[in-house]
Nanobody, 114 residues
Framework: QVELVESGGGLVQAGGSLRLSCAAS??????????MYWYRQAPGLQRELVAA???????NYLPSVKGRFTISRDNAKNTVYLQMNSLKPEDTAVYYC??????WGQGTQVTVSS
C-alpha cells in the first residue's frame, strides 16, 4: 500500500509560478527505485502525462511544458516535485502524482488566470 499526498496547488496569474510536491509513504515502498509521474486533468479532457523522472533522475516532459516545468525528486524525503514557471491559462487542471505500482494521489488544483 502506497499513499501519495500532493500539495502546492493554487490560483496564480499567467506568467506566475507554483511548486507542487508529492510525498509518498507506505510500508515496504521503495521510492528511490521507482520512476515517478505527474499527470494533469482539465475539465472535459482526458488525464495526460505531464512529466516523469526515473530513478536515475532522468526527466521527460510533455512538449507543451518543456522549458517551463521541472520535475525533481528527493529520495531522502520520498518526495517528487514539479516546479512550474511561466504558467499559462491552459495549464489549469487538477495535477496528480502517480506511483507505477498503481497508486494515485488525491490531486491538487492549479488554476491560472489570464
Amino acid at each position: 500500500q502506497v499513499e501519495l499526498v500532493e500539495s502546492g496547488g493554487g490560483l496564480v496569474q499567467a506568467g506566475g509560478s507554483l511548486r507542487l510536491s508529492c510525498a509518498a509513504s507506505g510500508r515496504g515502498n521503495i521510492f528511490s527505485i521507482k520512476t515517478m509521474y505527474w499527470y494533469r486533468q482539465a475539465p472535459g479532457l482526458q488525464r495526460e502525462l505531464v512529466a516523469a523522472i526515473t530513478s536515475r533522475d532522468i526527466p521527460n516532459y510533455l512538449p507543451s511544458v518543456k522549458g517551463r516545468f521541472t520535475i525533481s525528486r528527493d529520495n531522502a524525503k520520498n518526495t517528487v516535485y514539479l516546479q512550474m514557471n511561466s504558467l499559462k491559462p491552459e495549464d489549469t487542471a487538477v495535477y496528480y502524482c502517480f506511483d507505477p505500482s498503481g497508486y494515485w494521489g488525491q490531486g491538487t488544483q492549479v488554476t491560472v488566470s489570464s
